[in-house]
């Protein structure tokens, strides 16, 4: 099989275990934190929404001419960023809160290499 159809396959794969993941904590952030105060919520609501948005973009990376350079952005952009959020919201800690930015920006990154040439 050739490298990009591994890559390809390989993204595609962590999409179904992202998609899986977000949707239970998708489950647990409507349930469980009823009781916890709007801005942890919001900041809980804030990763998982980021969380599927860029498990679905992460189907799309097999369609660019750098699949692994792009899948790899993105699946770090989300634990990066969506990774804080969830940590944050859980925890109270504001100890990973500075990795978030740098979250963000690596998701920028993974959607500008989906432009490459």
């Not at 992202?18 to 409507?30: Q, T």
């Not at 899948?71 to 990774?83: I, Q, R």
Request: charged share 10%.
């Amino acid at each position: 099989m050739p490298v990009i159809a591994q890559s390809s396959e390989l993204f595609v794969r962590i999409a179904g275990i992202s998609g899986a993941l977000a949707v239970a904590l998708g489950a647990y952030g409507a349930h469980g934190m009823k009781n916890q105060p709007p801005d942890v919520k919001h900041t809980f609501e804030t990763g998982n929404r980021y969380h599927f948005l860029h498990t679905l973009a992460l189907l799309g990376v097999q369609f660019t001419n750098h699949p692994s350079l792009s899948g790899s952005l993105l699946a770090l952009g989300m634990v990066l960023f969506s990774g804080t959020c969830y940590f944050s919201a859980l925890t109270g800690s504001t100890a990973l809160n500075r990795l978030a930015p740098i979250g963000g920006l690596t998701l920028i990154a993974g959607w500008a290499s989906m432009a490459l040439r």
